[in-house]
């Protein structure tokens, strides 16, 4: 071994002959540290009910009456978590509602804590995505006003933050599902 690199690699107390050990150390996981790395889907829709309601307290009504998960990996779409008025018909009308964030969606890489608005994306039309992980995205939407008209409201202002904070959060941690 190099001796300029032995203080780097080897750790103290360790026989020179095993400087490795270190580097193995910075890119291996031990059990249960990747639960510190991402977040758990029950984590995940945790933080994003409480956000909804920290939007809808600082709005005074409601921001976003549609809310989920889906997994766009492979190029194959799968709800993976919904909250919502539409249950029952949300998958049918997905390709059409999705369409004012396609090509936003679909252009880019994003990293997880990007997010999108689609400003004229009114009625069930999708109105925000965020991404909250490798192929996972949170689907925002109000089924009964657009983003140009929920924008309008002074109140919107304060009402970003808690969506903001939310970034924040799958940036650090994001969702993997296992």
């Known amino acids: 071994m190099n001796p300029a690199f032995r203080g780097f690699l080897a750790r103290p107390n360790c026989p020179p002959e095993l400087p490795c050990l270190v580097l193995a150390n910075l890119f291996c996981l031990r059990p249960n540290e990747s639960e ?30 549609e809310l989920t998960i889906v997994s766009l990996a492979e190029k194959k779409g799968r ?6 008025p539409r249950k029952e018909n949300f998958h049918q009308n997905f390709a059409s509602d999705l369409e ?8 880019e890489q994003h990293d997880p804590g990007d997010f999108e608005f689609a400003r004229h994306a009114g009625g069930t039309h999708f109105d925000a995505f965020m991404v909250v992980g490798m192929g996972l995205y949170l689907i925002c939407n109000n089924t009964n006003s657009s983003m140009s008209v929920i924008s309008k409201n002074p109140l919107w202002l304060s009402a970003q ?18």
Not at 162 to 178: I, M, N, T, Y
Request: charged content about 25%; overall charge neutral.
């Open 36 to 65: 510190k790395l991402f977040m758990t889907l029950d984590e995940a829709t945790k933080h994003i009910n409480g956000c909804a309601a920290q939007m809808n307290t600082r709005y005074e009504q409601v921001v976003f009456d």
């Open 79 to 84: 709800v993976v978590w919904y909250h919502g």
């Open 100 to 107: 004012a964030l396609r090509s936003e969606l679909l252009s």
């Open 161 to 178: 933050v808690p969506f903001v904070d939310l970034s924040d959060k799958f940036r650090a941690r994001p969702l993997a599902l296992g």
